[in-house]
């Protein structure tokens, strides 16, 4: 089964632009791996189609660790 999630904007308070490639890095292994977790594809699957979502991070000290924390709450949105 293939799963494909496409961001198409994300909206980053207080993040500067140096930071961004190392976040996005982080949000991608966080993401993958909720995604790839036994029987995750088959829970986003049953989810359907989700036109947009909302989350909210906060706590995280640097833009890997807001990136790592975005991938896991993303990752547990898609799976009801």
């Known amino acids: 089964m293939k ?14 632009p140096g930071q961004r490639d190392a976040l996005v890095d982080a949000l991608r292994k966080a993401l993958t791996a909720e995604v790839v977790a036994p029987g995750a594809a088959e829970r986003v699957a049953a989810s359907g189609h989700r036109e947009s979502l909302r989350a909210q991070v906060v706590g995280s000290h640097d833009a890997a ?16």
């Open 3 to 16: 799963v494909v999630v496409h961001i198409d904007r994300m909206v980053l308070r207080g993040i500067a």
């Open 65 to 80: 660790s807001l990136g790592h924390a975005a991938g896991q709450r993303i990752g547990r949105e898609l799976k009801p």
